[in-house]
């Protein structure tokens, strides 16, 4: 499946993104979707996912009274709602896919989009 995601840009602490994920598949139902982040020399982590029917989520620790995620199975996409930006939150952020078990293993999720860069200024 191929993924697209959108939404990045400069925003200010303390402000608002909501990303965006499309996804070019006829079984878009199949798939768990999440979000991973990578900042400047580090390692790419978890940051939210979701299940097939969008009833299950699952978030990071680091964001989970801030961030939340959402699909719309009728249109192909998957949501990051992000509030209350940090300057720590800046990073490129990805939207993946799997159709097999896990929620938060990154090794799990086979495909991948190329990433949207959030940058939150102090």
């Known amino acids: 499946v191929q993924l697209q995601a959108s939404g990045g840009g400069l925003v200010q602490a303390g402000g608002s993104l909501r990303l965006s994920c499309l996804a070019s598949?006829?079984?878009?139902?199949?798939?768990?979707m999440g979000w991973f982040r990578q900042s400047a020399g580090k390692e790419r982590e978890f940051v939210a996912s979701v299940s097939r029917s969008g009833l299950r989520t699952y978030i990071a620790d680091s964001v989970k009274d801030r961030f939340s995620i959402s699909r719309d199975n009728a249109k192909n996409i998957v949501y990051l709602q992000m509030n209350s930006l940090k300057p720590e939150d800046t990073a490129v952020y990805y939207c993946?896919?799997?159709?097999?078990?896990?929620?938060?293993?990154?090794?799990?999720?086979?495909?991948w989009g190329r990433g949207t860069l959030v940058t939150v200024s102090s």
């Open positions: 993946a896919a799997h159709d097999d078990y896990s929620y938060t293993d990154q090794d799990q999720f086979r495909s």
């Open positions: 598949t006829l079984t878009f139902r199949d798939y768990i």
